[in-house]
């Protein structure tokens, strides 16, 4: 068998995703989603111009020694566009060889470890009563585990929720504000109230986006410590791994970390140590599907389990990935789960399923995601960049 083509397929839903589609002589395709939120263009051009070349003509089921040439052959390692990139392929030959057996992709993993996928949804407000609601709404939907962010008094935006793009703005930022102290004041009375409202059992986690610094988010996971939360998110940029160890020593809040995370260094100290109880990659950002199994063998060894990421900006080609190997590794914890619109579902029609707030990949072969690329041609790529986060005085701060 011999890959004869592949494309890269740039489309705008509504959001925009960057999907390679493999080809090969025997007509069987394989895909894979490298989206990189607000760079998509980069990916684009690292793979039609530097990967697609010297994809043609190689077996597809060579996948490790693919994945190595790519990796090692670029001499220059490791980067969310390379890393994306590389995903892209890997995915993609994984779709490919499960196609070839007519199994689904978590059988080729070593089949289901489990029935279903747990998830966790986001709940968001700008104060208690819209918090409220929407932690509502996302229990009617199923959710067995939410995610909860809040306003801050005194802040204009809440993060991590899409902020309406000013059309005076153009494809530039929208520019969001920030103040620490405020937030560590505020985020313990918001989660004694939603406590109060929804009782013990819930399981709540929280996303801190890397805004602190060591000892602050050793603060705030002490402080958080009577709410008995499922984990506290990217409490400090863990660039500097062994700074975890300070929040680690302070607290036993549960810890996740990883979701811009792209080779199994940037875990080394985090795992060795035990400085975690959970890894955020996603199968888009880290390499593809072969990495994150590695990833997860090496977390077993230190009881720290899975929890892959899987925001909006995560394609369903990327997700059905994830959870293939959510459904197939022993040492799941839980998948972020925040679904697509009906017309990205539409252009990526996929067997997998969300019932009762649990996931399941389907029995299709493969990885189960079909393009529909003329709807795809229909919905372009128009620039949108991330946030971007400032404090009061207009310094420039994590985001
Ligand atoms: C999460 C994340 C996302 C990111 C987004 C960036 O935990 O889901 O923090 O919401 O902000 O993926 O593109
Ligand atoms: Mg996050």
Redesign the pocket.
């Known amino acids: 068998m011999k890959i004869v083509d592949a494309k890269v397929v740039l489309t705008g839903p509504g959001r925009n995703f960057v999907t390679l589609k493999v080809e090969t002589d025997e007509g069987v395709t394989g895909l894979g989603d490298a989206t990189l ?2 760079r998509e263009l980069a990916v684009v051009g690292y793979l039609r111009d530097h990967v697609v070349p010297l994809l043609l003509g190689s077996d597809p089921h060579r996948i490790e020694d693919t994945w190595q040439f790519l990796y090692r052959g670029a001499y220059w390692r490791r980067g969310p566009v390379t890393m994306a990139a590389i995903a892209a392929v890997d995915t993609a030959l994984w779709d490919i060889k499960a196609k070839v057996a007519n199994l689904p992709l978590y059988q080729l993993l070593g089949g289901a470890s489990r029935d279903r996928v747990r998830t966790y949804g ?1 709940a968001s407000g700008r104060n208690l009563p819209e918090l409220f609601d929407s932690i509502r709404a996302r229990l009617a939907e199923g959710y067995p585990a939410i ?1 909860v962010q809040t306003g801050v008094p005194g802040l204009k935006l809440v993060y ?1 929720v899409r902020h309406a793009q000013d059309p005076g703005l153009g494809a530039r930022p929208v520019v969001e504000d920030w103040d620490t102290g405020a937030y560590l004041r505020n985020l313990p009375r918001v989660f004694d109230a939603v406590r109060q409202e929804f009782g013990p059992d819930l399981p709540l986690l929280h ?1 801190a ?1 890397h805004r602190l610094t060591p000892s602050q988010a050793a603060r705030l996971g002490k402080d958080l410590e009577p709410y008995d939360l499922f984990w506290l ?2 409490c400090t940029p863990a660039e500097n791994q062994e700074a975890l160890r300070l929040v680690r020593a302070h607290t036993t809040t549960p810890l996740a970390i990883g ?1 811009v995370f792209n080779t199994v260094f940037d875990y080394q100290t985090l795992v060795s140590e035990q400085l975690i109880d959970y890894v ?1 990659s ?1 199968v888009t950002h880290f390499g593809g599907v072969s990495p994150m199994r590695k990833l997860f063998d090496f977390a077993a060894q230190y009881q720290i389990k899975s929890a892959i ?6 394609s369903p080609v990327g997700m059905a990935a994830a959870i293939h190997l959510d459904l197939a590794i022993h040492n799941f914890g839980i998948q ?1 789960y ?1 679904g697509h619109t009906d017309l990205t579902n539409a252009v990526f029609r996929h067997a997998y399923t969300f019932t009762d707030g649990h996931l399941h990949p389907g029995e299709a072969p493969g990885l189960g995601v079909e393009l529909d690329e003329e709807l795809a041609a229909a919905h372009p790529y128009e620039p949108a960049y ?1 946030p971007v986060n400032r404090l009061q005085d207009g310094t420039v701060h994590d ?1």
């Not at 990421?309 to 995560?314: K, L, Q, R, T, V």
């Open positions: 939120n607000g986001h995610r991590g996303d986006h998110e990217d979701e955020r996603a990421h899987g925001p909006e900006d995560i972020e925040s991330l985001w």
